[in-house]
Structure formats: structure tokens, C-alpha cells
T-cell receptor, first 115, second 112 residues
Framework: NAGVTQTPKFRVLKTGQSMTLLCAQDMNHEYMYWYRQDPGMGLRLIHYSVGEGTTAKGEVPDGYNVSRLKKQNFLLGLESAAPSQTSVYFC??????????????FGPGTRLTVL | AQSVAQPEDQVNVAEGNPLTVKCTYSVSGNPYLFWYVQYPNRGLQFLLKYITGDNLVKGSYGFEAEFNKSQTSFHLKKPSALVSDSALYFCAVRDGYSTLTFGKGTMLLVSP
């Protein structure tokens, strides 16, 4: 099993450009998440999904959109990139069984620089 | 909303000595608490979790954590530190039904 994979690993954008980050998981997890990690800020939740076709806002959703058309994929879009979106982006997935909330599994991250 | 605090930005310890990385939490109801580790240029890896039961939770790589309800703490511990334990450690709490809130992280540096 590959677990959680993210594409691309690195990207440099100019202000105003758009891009999509792809997250894929092969664990049949219901829940998927997008975080950003900035120095001294920890991980902050951008958007998440509790199932195929559903999405919800997290702590810092502005400037981002997401889609979950297939259970195994969770896309994060930046319509008009800004320098403040320079960050490392992590995708994660998890499941819930018998009322027990299981740990999240993380991808390797995407390092995005917006010039 | 639930929250966690990691009061130390960095912890320094000599190899072979015991280590503690501190975490305190604020929740309404029963807490679900987690510890993750992040090595340089890598994603987060799960170490251990507390859901219910024994206050001493054992996890991966020889780590353990002690849940203390009266002090609202969930400190990460290891009896004997290794240089390879040097990494960024995050405490997290379940927030809502299916999300986690993370602390800001504590850098652990183990010197030879």
C-alpha cells in the first residue's frame, strides 16, 4: 500500500496563477483533510471531507477550494495564488469504526512557493 | 473549540537521558489526544493516542505518554533518548466529530 500520496512535491507559482494539488489514498478511508504548515504556527486545517461528494471548511479556508469526486482523491485548488499562500501543504486521511476515531495518516507534503 | 498548548518551542536533552515533551489541553467532554512526530522534509507520523482507559499509553519507537486529567496534561516521555529521536513533535486533540487541532510543535534536539 502506498498510503497517502501527494502530487506535486514542489511547485513555484507567480502571484495570480492557479494550481491544483492532488491527494490520493489507498486505504479506503472516509475522511480526508488538507492542512498547511507554517513556521511557528503548527498545522492548520484548510478544508476537510467526511465522504465522497462532501467538503467542509476548516480553520483557514479563504483562498482555497476543494473537491472530492472520488473517495480516494481529495483536490486542493488555489484560484489566484498569493505570497501568503507560500507554505507546506499536507494531506491526511482517517477512518472511524465502531465509534472509535482513528489516527490520521499523512502524505509527504507539497512545498509551494508563491512569488 | 478544543485546544492544545505546547509550552516549549524546543527541548534539549543528552543521549541516554530521559526526555519529556509537554502538552496541555482544553476540552469540553472527554479528550481524545494524540502525539505525532515529524522528521525533516517528511509528513507527520503517528506515535500514540489516548482515548480511554490506562493513563499511561505506550506507542511507537519506545515513546509513552501520561494522561493526567486533574492537570489537563498529556506529556510525551521516553526513558532513554536517542540522537535519532531529534525531530518536531506535535500534540493534537480531537475537535468536533472528525477533525484534529494541533499544537504549534516542539523541536526535540538530542545531543550525542
Amino acid at each position: 500500500n502506498a498510503g497517502v500520496t501527494q502530487t506535486p512535491k514542489f511547485r513555484v507559482l507567480k502571484t495570480g496563477q492557479s494550481m491544483t494539488l492532488l491527494c490520493a489514498q489507498d486505504m479506503n478511508h472516509e475522511y480526508m483533510y488538507w492542512y498547511r504548515q507554517d513556521p511557528g504556527m503548527g498545522l492548520r486545517l484548510i478544508h476537510y471531507s467526511v465522504g465522497e461528494g462532501t467538503t467542509a471548511k476548516g480553520e483557514v479556508p479563504d483562498g482555497y477550494n476543494v473537491s472530492r469526486l472520488k473517495k480516494q482523491n481529495f483536490l486542493l485548488g488555489l484560484e489566484s495564488a498569493a505570497p501568503s499562500q507560500t507554505s507546506v501543504y499536507f494531506c491526511a486521511s482517517s477512518t472511524l469504526a465502531e465509534g472509535i476515531f482513528f489516527e490520521q495518516f499523512f502524505g509527504p507534503g507539497t512545498r509551494l512557493t508563491v512569488l | 473549540a478544543q485546544s492544545v498548548a505546547q509550552p516549549e518551542d524546543q527541548v534539549n536533552v543528552a543521549e541516554g537521558n530521559p526526555l519529556t515533551v509537554k502538552c496541555t489541553y482544553s476540552v469540553s467532554g472527554n479528550p481524545y489526544l494524540f502525539w505525532y512526530v515529524q522528521y525533516p522534509n517528511r509528513g507527520l507520523q503517528f506515535l500514540l493516542k489516548y482515548i480511554t482507559g490506562d493513563n499511561l499509553v505506550k506507542g511507537s519507537y519506545g515513546f509513552e505518554a501520561e494522561f493526567n486529567k486533574s492537570q489537563t496534561s498529556f506529556h510525551l516521555k521516553k526513558p532513554s533518548a536517542l540522537v535519532s529521536d531529534s525531530a518536531l513533535y506535535f500534540c493534537a486533540v480531537r475537535d468536533g466529530y472528525s477533525t484534529l487541532t494541533f499544537g504549534k510543535g516542539t523541536m526535540l534536539l538530542v545531543s550525542p
